[in-house]
């Protein structure tokens, strides 16, 4: 069973907070990992992607992965009301199929003023 | 300006009426794939092609069908649709080698089937 695990939400936080998103994956082969943004009625977009344990930051974002635990998170940093969408966490290479990408649910994050 | 491009963003039909969902990218790139997104279920992989003349099943490949002759068009062909395939459609290509999971997507098309 492909599973992309991640809170439904939504997430509320305080403009200026650290907004926390989490994702647990089920399948050890997968390698690469992604988080979009989507907001309502508009089509996802490619904010992080991650393929080594650790960290990695872009801005206001950082990506987390522990492949050991299958997870991957990501903070977004002095959260802004604009930083309200839904936020998706996908898994490429699903069970070592090339190309075979597996989105979770998402989070709803929502940012208050 | 680097973009995927759907046709059409809307449309009802009825069922059995075959259609086609036309997608073109202009950016080159190798890798294209089909989702559809449903509520509660999230986007789901229909069909992905990792280059010209090479097609795999994703998640939920009944019902649909796909070609790929052109780089740079991937269409997605619903043969007789089906009530249960009312979804909102979107297209998406990368580069592959590695990185076929950062995607640009289209704008999305919204199919209603009665």
């Known amino acids: 069973q492909k599973e992309v695990e991640q809170n439904s939400g939504p997430l509320s936080v305080p403009e200026g907070a650290i907004a926390s998103l989490n994702c647990t994956y089920s399948?050890?082969?997968?390698?690469?990992f992604f988080w979009y943004r989507q907001y309502s009625g508009k089509s996802p977009e490619l904010i992080m992607s991650i393929y080594s344990n650790g960290d990695k930051e872009d801005g206001r974002f950082t990506a987390q992965l522990n492949k050991a635990s299958q997870y991957v998170s990501l903070l977004i940093r002095d959260s802004q009301p604009s930083d309200s969408a839904t936020y998706l966490c996908?898994?490429?290479?699903?069970?070592?199929?090339?190309?075979?990408?597996?989105f979770g649910k998402g989070t709803k994050l929502s940012v208050k003023p | 300006e680097a973009q995927v491009t759907q046709n059409p963003r809307y449309l009802i039909t009825v069922t059995g009426k075959k259609l086609t969902v036309t997608c073109s990218q202009n950016?080159?790139?190798?890798?294209m794939s089909w989702y559809r997104q449903d509520p509660g279920l999230g986007l789901r992989q229909i069909y992905y092609?990792?280059?010209?003349?090479?097609?795999d099943k994703g998640d939920v490949p009944e019902g649909y069908k796909v070609s790929r002759k052109e780089k740079r068009n991937f269409p997605l062909i619903l043969e007789s649709p089906s009530p249960n395939q009312t979804s909102l459609y979107f297209c998406?290509?990368?580069?592959?080698?590695?990185?076929?999971?950062?995607?640009?997507f289209g704008e999305g098309s919204r199919l209603t089937v009665l």
């Open positions: 399948d050890r082969v997968s390698q690469s």
């Open positions: 092609s990792m280059n010209v003349e090479v097609t």
């Open positions: 998406a290509s990368s580069w592959a080698s590695g990185n076929t999971g950062e995607l640009f």
């Open positions: 996908a898994v490429a290479n699903y069970g070592g199929s090339q190309g075979n990408l597996i």
């Open positions: 950016m080159n790139h190798e890798y």
